[in-house]
């Protein structure tokens, strides 16, 4: 099992930022890709980004327009999202989420939510106009 719990969201004006954080406890997080997803009220989960096992490669949605970063530190077992520009239409829950890796994989990010075997609780994201 693998445990995540997310953080780091709150209320921003547009055009700020915010970073959110997922620690996660359990297994080996270096043998984990991660990916981030969101949810806005009534719209279905969405793609956000995401981090191979090893932290060397990333892969964004297009919506997010070189605005997101998205980092992974396997010593402390967190991976991040770095948020800057916000727009209204970034408000949503927030959520990161992990899937196992095989043979060291570091090309497998999964885009749809699908494959991730374990999810956090989620955080909330209020951007203001």
């Known amino acids: 099992q693998v445990h995540l719990v997310e953080s780091g969201g709150g209320l921003v004006e547009a055009g700020g930022s915010l970073r959110l954080s997922c620690v996660a406890s359990?297994?080996?997080?270096?043998?984990?890709?991660m990916g981030w997803f969101r949810q806005a009220p009534g719209q279905e989960r969405e793609y956000v980004g995401g981090i191979s096992a090893n932290g060397g490669n990333t892969d964004y949605a297009d919506y997010t327009e070189g605005r997101f970063t998205i980092s992974k530190d396997n010593a402390k077992n967190t991976v991040y999202l770095h948020m800057n520009s916000l727009k209204p239409e970034d408000t949503a829950v927030y959520y990161c989420?992990?899937?196992?890796?095989?043979?060291?994989?570091?090309?497998?990010?999964?885009?749809?939510?699908?494959?991730?075997?374990?999810w956090g609780q989620g955080t909330q994201v209020t951007v203001s106009s």
């Open positions: 359990g297994r080996t997080f270096r043998n984990y890709a």
């Open positions: 989420a992990a899937v196992a890796v095989q043979n060291g994989d570091n090309d497998f990010m999964p885009t749809e939510y699908g494959p991730y075997d374990y």
